[in-house]
């Protein structure tokens, strides 16, 4: 098989990129799981009362939905997780007690000894002051749900989620088969955007005292405060450093969930989850710089076996998958594993083909895109097998005749600035200007922001 190496040479993103590099975090497992359960939690409508009213920014992330379809699509059609053995909590339902329930009922209470676990959460992060009884106060990392409100004089109880008692609740599992993901920050930015991206930390610091526990759980003084999150960790960024989401050709997404998607679709039988964390940070560098380092935590025993998300080592890469058989009309695609820019610039008539387990390889047409859903013909049709399910692959990949280098002006720029900017660029040809958030942009054009230090 073919595969045209066009968009990847002329974009600058060379033969050794993640996707074919990908280091893979695939040793949760010392023996075969019986089961896979997974709760992906994402959320982007959130209320002004659940940061701050008086920042006078738009509080709504973009790309927490888009994090959650990338794993339940990743999960499974790649790692072959049940369909309802997926639990999604998304925008209203993900609220504190939501969150907590269906950790208990779907993970906790569900998991046995060989199971594997997958806990996701995107959205706000944010540092907590705890104040004690004896008027100390001890600084905690939190997740926002979609009801958390700031303490008050009225309500001082903190109502966010404290990683230390998910960390307790979560320790209550028969498996250590667990995979942790945090596409959150909790830096005190004080502000919602950095650059063409938006950051996923609450730019206040809250205080407040302890989140009022229901009826019959123990109280959150008998928590312990600094133990480690069981199993494997995946976070990222370290907490107090910068977490963002960015715009790319059609969707939003957190920089961390779809690098880490990516490089699972294209995952090859290197168990180290260190080297997939480094090999993720360059992909994050290549987006957002070095503003965000991705970091690992790993609580697993001896790396032997098959992967946290299940995979076996001999698995197949792939593309993307085929989500629907089509019949008279065109069949579904999911483009999970496509890198963005090679995404970006895919057009109508480019050939994929869908491999089945045995047999030929199934050439299709692609017809249409829209962010990383896609459309495609059969090229002979009927095909001969189902195609539902089977992973797809870049056979010829059509490009446009003229590619334009698309410029964001940072909206910190002087009216003046602004208006110098935008003339002088508007005179060079295949140059476009936009509005930092405005769309994807291939470079940021502003003043070099201060950032958190290396």
């Not at 990847?8 to 040793?27: E, F, M, V």
């Not at 049940?82 to 269906?102: S, W, Y």
């Not at 080592?313 to 090679?342: F, K, Y």
Request: charged letters at 15%.
């Amino acid at each position: 098989m073919q595969q045209a190496t066009l968009a990847l040479g002329a974009l600058g993103l060379g033969g050794t990129t993640l996707l074919s590099t990908a280091g893979q975090y695939q040793q949760a497992l010392a023996k075969p799981a019986r089961r896979k359960l997974a709760l992906l939690i994402g959320i982007n409508a959130y209320p002004d009362r659940a940061l701050d009213p008086g920042v006078a920014q738009d509080i709504a992330l973009r790309g927490c939905l888009t994090d959650v379809e990338l794993q339940r699509q990743l999960l499974i059609y790649r790692f072959g997780f049940a369909p309802v053995d997926v639990v999604t909590l998304t925008n209203q339902a993900a609220t504190r007690a939501g969150i907590l329930t269906a950790i208990d009922e779907h993970l906790v209470q569900q998991a046995t000894a060989d199971d594997v676990v997958l806990l996701h959460f995107s959205g706000y992060g944010s540092e907590v002051l705890v104040q004690g009884d004896d008027g100390t106060s001890q600084t905690q990392s939190a997740w926002v749900p979609v009801d958390s409100r700031l303490p008050s004089e009225d309500s001082p109880a903190l109502t966010d989620l404290l990683e230390a008692e998910l960390v307790a609740q979560l320790s209550h599992l028969a498996t250590t088969n667990l995979t942790t993901v945090i596409d959150a920050g909790s830096q005190d930015a004080g502000y919602l955007r950095w650059g063409n991206s938006r950051v996923r930390s609450r730019p206040t610091v809250p205080t407040g005292t302890l989140p009022t526990q229901p009826q019959g759980q123990p109280p959150l003084l008998d928590v312990p405060w600094d133990a480690p999150w069981p199993g494997l960790l995946l976070r990222a960024a370290s907490p107090g450093r910068l977490v963002l989401e960015s715009q790319w050709d059609g969707f939003s997404a957190g920089v961390f969930t779809y690098a880490l998607t990516q490089s699972l679709w294209a995952a090859a039988p290197a168990p180290d989850p260190d080297a997939l964390i480094r090999r993720i940070g360059q992909y994050l560098q290549r987006w957002v710089g070095i503003d965000q380092q991705p970091v690992v935590g790993d609580r697993l025993p001896a790396r032997s076996g098959p992967g946290v998300y299940g995979l076996p080592t001999e698995a197949a890469i792939a593309a993307g998958v085929v989500l629907s058989n089509g019949g008279v009309r065109p069949v579904d695609l999911w483009l999970g594993g496509l890198p963005p820019l090679v995404l970006r610039y895919l057009q109508p008539g480019s050939c994929l083909v869908a491999l089945p387990a045995s047999g030929p390889a199934i050439p299709l047409r692609l017809e249409s895109r829209s962010g990383l859903r896609a459309q495609a013909k059969p090229v002979n049709d009927p095909p001969p097998v189902l195609l539902v399910q089977l992973p797809i692959y870049e056979q010829v990949r059509l490009l446009p005749q003229a590619i334009d280098l698309v410029v964001a002006l940072d909206s910190q720029l002087k009216r003046v600035e602004r208006v110098d900017a935008t003339s002088a660029l508007a005179g060079l040809s295949l140059v476009t200007v936009v509005t930092a958030g405005e769309r994807a942009a291939d470079c940021l054009f502003g003043r070099l922001p201060i950032g958190p230090s290396p």
